[in-house]
């Protein structure tokens, strides 16, 4: 079967860096997504890698090994604003999307 | 503003009723999709219409009757609901369905069946 696994909840420091993993088995691969779902909101998309290696946008960072399975997505100089679920979701052979059940990040003065 | 709106955004059914949730998306894509989400559940491909045309259906209950008359608007007709269908559901557009492009979501209907 298809699967996404990543960690549950995290908790990290304001001002702090935080890395979020993601493994994946899927049938085929088509590209990574990472989402950003704030409490009560509708997610929105942070990054897409296709390819190995590191994309970086402003604070954020996604990391890309597609032999390995695994992904990360690197948070730094957190802020309080980026207490929210962080959703990693694969793209299969069939483009369709394969997501995980998500990472509650929790950040604390 | 993510260019998705949904209504209701707030839905309190009994199981005997009838409801609709409305989509509409006002970026010019080709692809709509229904999702369900439950709490620290993945999310859940419900349907997928690509240029008005259902393209996808994951063996949702036939109590879920979708409907997209074109492609900026999508439909999901409820009708005699289970308490566990109780979830946020999500419609969301990208520009194609057949290749790897991001989704944008609408912020949801939190639907509570009673």
């Known amino acids: 079967g298809q699967n996404i696994d990543q960690p549950t909840e995290m908790t990290a420091t304001e001002g702090a860096i935080v890395q979020i993993n993601c493994t994946y088995q899927?049938?085929?691969?088509?590209?990574l997504f990472w989402y950003q779902q704030h409490a009560g909101e509708a997610p929105t998309f942070l990054s897409y890698n296709v390819l190995d290696g590191l994309e970086e946008k402003g604070r954020f960072s996604s990391f890309l090994s597609r032999s390995k399975g695994y992904s990360y997505l690197l948070l730094k100089e957190l802020q309080m604003k980026d207490s929210a679920s962080y959703l990693c979701?694969?793209?299969?052979?069939?483009?369709?999307?394969?997501w995980g059940a998500g990472t509650k990040l929790i950040i604390k003065p | 503003e993510t260019g998705v709106t949904q209504t209701p955004r707030h839905l309190v059914m009994g199981m005997t009723n009838k409801k609709s949730l409305k989509c509409e998306q006002h970026l010019g894509h080709n692809a709509m999709y229904w999702y369900k989400q439950s709490a620290k559940k993945p999310l859940e491909l419900m349907f997928v219409y690509s240029l008005e045309e259902r393209v996808e259906n994951n063996s949702v209950p036939s109590r879920f009757s979708p409907e997209c008359p074109n492609s900026s608007h999508l439909f999901l007709h409820l009708h005699t609901l289970q308490p566990e269908d109780s979830a946020l559901y999500l419609c969301?557009?990208?520009?194609?369905?057949?290749?790897?492009?991001?989704?944008?979501f609408g912020p949801g209907t939190r639907l509570t069946v009673t």
């Open positions: 979701a694969v793209t299969d052979s069939n483009y369709q999307l394969i």
């Open positions: 969301a557009s990208s520009l194609q369905r057949e290749a790897s492009y991001e989704q944008y």
């Open positions: 899927t049938s085929g691969f088509n590209g």
